[in-house]
């Protein structure tokens, strides 16, 4: 399976923006009936996990590891794009419209190829989210334990749960575009086929696993 996001630029940036913009922190603050507590809680604890609502500013399609991998691999591409991706304890979160998380599953029943689709998580009104930190975390904590002599050892924690966390293509703007249904469903086909796109993924493209584990 591919684990390679493509090199393509997403507007004038990246698609790996890995930080959350001020003008995308108030895009999903919005997700909040209440975006003020969101924002202060954010300019107490940026580097926490935050948990928010799905169903008004975003649905989110939440698949495994690779085969969401996958998915951003071919939306990027050979489709238009994403809107946010995060990665969080081994899944790959994908930031879609509203209503994608009831319509996705009913259209997949109806493909071919959705046999070969694995269960995905689809999260839409009354569901919640974690979210990544808004920035990238610096990596593992290191603690310190003492030794005889003017120096000390540091050993990385082992047990950071914020370091599995993190954003892949950041919101970067107060309306970032997202894939509804139709566009998720050709992902979800196009990453179920087996070796479809096999000349594009041996392009040499940055890997979305070195992205993920660049974090922590």
Known sequence: MSDRLPDLPRTPAHPATSYVTLAGADWLASASPHPDDVHALWALHPEAPSVLPCGTAFDVINAPALFGRRMVDRLWSDGPGSGPVAAHRGRILLFAAPGTAQRLP???????????????????????????????????????????????????????????????????????????????????????????????????????????????
């Open 106 to 216: 009913a259209l997949l029943v109806w493909e071919e190829w959705a046999a070969a689709v694995p269960p995905l998580l689809c999260h839409g009104s009354g569901d919640a989210v974690t979210i990544p930190p808004l920035y990238p975390h610096p990596g593992p904590a290191a603690r310190t334990r003492p030794r005889s002599g003017p120096h000390a050892i540091t050993a990385a924690a082992d047990d950071d749960p914020v370091a599995g966390s993190r954003w892949l293509v950041a919101p970067d703007v107060r309306r970032p575009w997202l894939p509804g249904p139709d566009v998720l469903l050709w992902a979800c086909v196009r990453a179920a086929r087996p070796g479809a796109g096999e000349a594009r993924e041996a392009a040499g493209q940055p890997r979305v696993s070195a992205l993920v584990q660049a974090g922590g």
